[in-house]
């Protein structure tokens, strides 16, 4: 089993070449080193949770995206290629830095959308 630096290293080289970033580039944006990050991305060297939401944020994607292992018995997971699966995992990602007013805003949008869906 993979330890979780590795595998969090592992999901941020994804992320990372799925977009051609290099590096540089992601270092950049967070305002950390490629060093680092390359350290990070080998599983050499682990991350806090603030830097990790920033890497989330940055990818759209969701904090479980980035520490979950995506293999099972050597094979990716069915669901990896699902948008809409990852749509729904980013939600939270998303909503972490919202106010309270904008959450209830948001909450309220699905509410009404699950309503009138239900309408149908």
């Known amino acids: ?16 070449q799925l977009r ?14 490629s060093g680092f990050i390359g350290l990070v991305e080998r599983g050499k060297r682990g991350t806090d949770i603030e830097n990790l939401l920033q890497i989330a944020k940055v990818f ?21 290629d699902d948008p809409l699966a990852a749509a729904k995992s980013s939600l939270f990602t998303m909503a972490f830095d919202l106010d309270e007013a904008e959450i209830r805003f948001i909450v309220a949008v699905i509410s009404e959308l699950k309503e009138l869906r239900a309408s149908r």
């Open 1 to 16: 089993m993979n330890s979780l630096k590795k595998i969090i290293g592992e999901n941020i080289r994804h992320e990372r």
């Open 60 to 80: 759209e994607t969701s904090l479980d995206a980035l520490t979950t292992d995506k293999r099972l018995d050597g094979k990716l997971r069915e669901n990896d």
């Open 20 to 33: 051609n970033m290099s590096l540089d580039d992601l270092g950049d944006i967070l305002g950390l080193t």
